[in-house]
């Protein structure tokens, strides 16, 4: 019987630490694909730099559309990691303020999320 007691243990610490790293570690799937949506959107609105009138609005607007759609990826990433809370606040703040204004911040933001390693300074 006594045997049977350090095996259990060492059974149980497995597992306890298979449950443990399970829960450490997330998958960033859904922050990629709002940031590559960001991407899109961000270039779209620079190319509104070169156009004037009514086709420079259209494509400003053009770009916010496409921001507000990586809203539903940025929402399920913070829903699976809150450490992606900033992205979806950034994203949806960009409806009340404009795209011109988040740009900076979504930029910043996504720099990190698309690095390999984001601790890294220049993300290798």
Do not use: W
Not at 4 to 32: D, M, Q, W, Y
Not at 87 to 103: A, D, F, K, N, P
């Amino acid at each position: 019987m006594k045997r049977r007691r350090p095996i259990f243990k060492a059974a149980a610490g497995l597992f306890l630490g298979g449950v443990l790293l399970a829960a450490c570690s997330t998958s960033n799937g859904h922050a990629v694909a709002a940031c590559k949506q960001v991407g899109v959107a961000i270039a779209t609105y620079r190319t509104a730099a070169s156009l004037t009138g009514d086709a420079r609005h259209e494509r400003i607007a053009h770009a916010q559309v496409q921001l507000t759609r990586a809203l539903g990826n940025a929402a399920a990433a913070t829903s699976d990691d809150g450490s992606f809370n900033a992205l979806q606040t950034t994203i949806s703040e960009s409806v009340r303020v404009g795209i011109s204004h988040v740009i900076p911040s979504l930029e910043a933001q996504c720099t990190t999320i698309l690095a390999k390693n984001p601790y890294a300074p220049n993300g290798s």
